[in-house]
């Protein structure tokens, strides 16, 4: 059982930044690639970002290719979502997802493939 906690959501200004965290507990953090989605009103969730066990590979969605970075902190159990640049577009619930069956980063791309997901936390970008 792997319990996911999102934290860091909130209401900013286009082209402001905002540092996502998704606290994990429960199975060993380590052993799994973790990523994030996100969904839109009346949008299906979408891939935004996924990062191996390792943190050494990383993937991103085209429309956030650049502008966000994934990051792991093992010790502390934490995934991170760094976005800036941030876009009118941008606005969703962001999400936090786990594939405990993978450590590969490619492995957290379809949300069919996840295991354990978080509560959300809200991001909302003004123009």
């Known amino acids: 059982q792997v319990q996911l906690v999102e934290s860091g959501g909130g209401l900013v200004q286009a082209g402001d930044s905002l540092r996502l965290s998704c606290a994990a507990s429960g199975r060993t953090f380590v052993t799994y690639a973790m990523g994030w989605f996100r969904q839109a009103p009346a949008k299906e969730r979408e891939f935004v970002a996924s990062?191996?066990?390792?943190?050494?590979?990383?993937y991103y969605a085209d429309s956030t290719k650049g502008r966000f970075t994934i990051s792991r902190d093992n010790a502390k159990n934490t995934v991170y979502l760094q976005m800036n640049s941030l876009k009118p577009e941008d606005t969703a619930v962001y999400y936090c997802?786990?594939?405990?069956?993978?450590?590969?980063?490619?492995?957290?791309?379809?949300?069919?493939?996840?295991?354990?997901w978080g509560k959300g936390t809200l991001v909302t970008v003004s123009s």
């Open positions: 990062i191996s066990w390792t943190g050494v590979n990383t």
């Open positions: 997802a786990a594939n405990l069956g993978s450590p590969q980063a490619m492995a957290v791309r379809n949300s069919g493939d996840i295991n354990y």
